[in-house]
T-cell receptor
Framework: DAKTTQPPSMDCAEGRAANLPCNHS???????VYWYRQIHSQGPQYIIH???NNETNEMASLIITEDRKSSTLILPHATLRDTAVYYC???????????FGKGTHLIIQP | GAVVSQHPSWVICKSGTSVKIECRSL??????MFWYRQFPKQSLMLMAT?????????EQGVEKDKFLINHASLTLSTLTVTSAHPEDSSFYIC????????????FGPGTRLTVL
């Protein structure tokens, strides 16, 4: 079973920030939090990952709580092309296969 | 990010035939490659993990004699579905990661297999 819990779906208005929550209360000390997204009929796209510090890249920001039991992915200015299923995954790193849960279906409304 | 390609992007075959799917890391050396399968309206499921030059490690319930994986070089892994049947019809996706334990997995675009 996936070790993360995400809401099944969310709506967000175009141009606004999309905040996607994820609970991972059983995360181990050596596990990272990864975020991927999958647009229909395509392979997952890597977004961002972090261990305990907040991270930002050109796509998104990742906020991890101090106890590391939850995190939030922030898409600062959502566009229609951000409509996708977003997966939050905890994993030790590149040598381990990923366990995908059901993810959050984010729908960006015009 | 790093680029992973898959070929073919889609394939239709007759029941009983074998199909080979290629996965290539285009701009990095992939020490580890993974194969996933996704059925309609479901999440990706890990099938197997392969390290260059070693035998693949299969997840529970995945038949290793049916899904042959070869990872002969640091940039190429192949998945062969042998004696394919309609229930093998699915979306097959590979991913690859570099040599460092902290390396990120990057996914290919996927291959849609339809077995008639």
């Amino acid at each position: 079973d996936a070790k993360t819990t995400q809401p099944p779906s969310m709506d967000c208005a175009e141009g606004r920030a999309a905040n996607l929550p994820c609970n991972h209360s059983t995360i181990s000390g050596n596990e990272y939090v990864y975020w991927y997204r999958q647009i229909h009929s395509q392979g997952p796209q890597y977004i961002i990952h972090g261990l305990k510090n907040n991270e930002t890249n050109e796509m998104a920001s990742l906020i991890i709580t101090e106890d590391r039991k939850s995190s939030t992915l922030i898409l600062p200015h959502a566009t229609l092309r951000d409509t996708a299923v977003y997966y939050c995954i905890v994993n030790r790193g590149g040598a381990d296969g990923l366990t995908f849960g059901k993810g959050t279906h984010l729908i960006i409304q015009p | 990010g790093a680029v992973v390609s898959q070929h073919p992007s889609w394939v239709i075959c007759k029941s009983g035939t074998s199909v080979k799917i290629e996965c290539r890391s285009l701009d990095f050396q992939a020490t580890t490659m993974f194969w996933y399968r996704q059925f309609p309206k479901q999440s990706l499921m890990l099938m197997a993990t392969s390290n260059e030059g070693s035998k693949a490690t299969y997840e529970q319930g995945v038949e290793k004699d049916k899904f042959l994986i070869n990872h002969a070089s640091l940039t190429l892994s192949t998945l062969t579905v042998t004696s394919a049947h309609p229930e093998d019809s699915s979306f097959y996706i590979c991913s690859a990661s570099g040599p460092a334990n902290t390396d990120t997995q990057y996914f290919g675009p996927g291959t849609r297999l339809t077995v008639l």
